[in-house]
């Protein structure tokens, strides 16, 4: 196997320690809640201490990418986050979790931006959807491996264990990582000049992308942070249940991120032009959104799951291609810092949405949550189409 797929490989693994380690939490959070006897709200607090870190993170570890160069900048993110996941296991209040929350945050979302960078650096157009589907679909399988893996853990051990045993898993892949990966050469005399980040705010393809990202990233954020806790709470789930069952809709995320980056590499080779077969990978999942309005009323767990699989699967393939269209448009020497900005929207969104959950829940209910989100992705998929047209030629 050539070199670069070993790479997207460690790209896939990477990912799936990322969530591994921020899903810790919310499987864990039943058990949580009730020892340190926290609210919804204060729950949606701790979370919100992630998210804000990570939204504000995503440019600066942009920034860091194109400075230090993939390799490294990787190495660090993924040593910072593994740390700042073991610490979780010291946390005896709401303020000292929220800190060690921060924390992760912190570190976590350069993985992405990282992961990007080394995207536009190996991989040609027509394999770069795919390779995207499958650092997307590593989110999924970290999402479907956490709640047995984390169950188990509770079960044996403590929930401070499974903090502890899921933040070590970092340092095996660090030594993989630093091993395999080394940055393509590139000839000084030809090396790009160093642009500005925010001069790339000048382009309607950014705000298009950031937009984008803003209204549709939220939803997955929600079954990232609060399924665990809406199955039991409001599903009647027990524990053992949620470890057995909650993977699922996870798993279908999985298959959809790499479906939805086959499909628009399908197109590519076909000889569609790269943003068509990008648009036409993305609305047909787009559309598929608005069957969140099922399952607030649904008659049975089944249906539930059944519904929440489908969203999750349409979720991640349309991700596999916004995400790609970063690559697509954009010279590589600015993937980085790019990609931090375009992901602002999506910490950003998801910060905003988890503050709104959090009220919501505690005051009305879960409906009205999915009402909301049946009808973010076709509002991104409209905002991108208006602002997001041909490749950007940077001003000089």
């Known amino acids: 196997m050539h070199l670069r797929w070993w790479i997207a490989i460690l790209l896939f693994l990477s990912t799936v320690i990322n969530y591994l380690d ?35 993170m995503y440019i600066g570890s942009g920034i860091l990418v194109d400075r230090w160069g993939t ?14 996941n073991m610490l979780h296991a010291f946390a005896q209040s709401a303020m000292q979790l929220g800190f060690f929350r921060m924390l992760l945050g ?22 770069r959807a795919f390779v995207h589907g499958l650092v997307q679909a590593g989110a999924s399988v970290g999402a479907v491996i956490a709640p047995p893996v984390i169950y188990f853990l509770l079960q044996a051990y403590n929930w401070q264990t499974a903090f502890v045993v899921t933040g070590a ?86 298959i959809g991120a790499i479906v939805g980056g086959v499909l628009s590499g399908y197109l590519v080779k076909r000889g569609y032009e790269v943003s068509r077969a990008r648009s036409l990978g993305m609305w047909p999942f787009a559309l598929m959104m608005p069957l969140s309005l099922l399952i607030a009323n649904a008659p049975s767990n089944t249906v539930v799951l059944g519904v929440i699989c489908v969203v999750t699967f349409a979720h991640m393939a349309w991700k596999s291609n916004i995400m790609a269209i970063t690559n697509d448009i954009y010279p590589g020497h600015v993937v980085g810092s790019l ?31 999915f009402v909301i989100m049946a009808f973010m992705h076709p509002v991104a998929y409209l905002i991108i189409r208006w602002l997001v047209r041909g490749p950007v030629k940077l001003a000089p």
């Open 22 to 56: 921020r899903q810790t939490l919310s499987i864990a959070a039943p058990v949580i809640t009730k020892e340190l006897g926290l609210s919804a709200v204060e729950y949606s607090y701790i979370l919100n201490a992630f998210l804000v870190a990570y939204t504000l």
């Open 71 to 84: 390799r490294m900048a990787l190495a660090a993110f993924v040593a910072w986050w593994s740390v700042s």
């Open 106 to 127: 912190i570190g976590e979302p350069g993985n992405f931006m990282a992961a990007s960078r080394a995207i536009s650096e190996l991989y040609e157009p027509k394999e």
């Open 169 to 254: 898993t970092g340092f095996l892949w660090l030594a993989a990582w630093l091993w395999l990966y080394r940055t393509p050469p590139v000839d000084p005399a030809t090396a790009p000049a160093r642009v500005p980040w925010l001069s790339l705010l000048r382009y309607r393809q950014t705000w298009g992308l950031m937009l984008g990202r803003f209204f549709s990233d939220p939803v997955w954020w929600f079954y990232l942070f609060w399924l665990p806790k809406f199955l039991t709470e409001r599903r009647g789930f027990t524990m053992k249940e949620v470890g057995m069952l909650a993977w699922l809709p996870y798993l279908t995320g999985d």
């Open 339 to 369: 990609s931090g900005i375009v992901a602002f929207g999506n910490g950003l969104g998801g910060t905003l949405f988890t503050w709104m959950t959090g009220h919501i829940v505690q005051h009305y209910s879960y409906d009205v949550i």
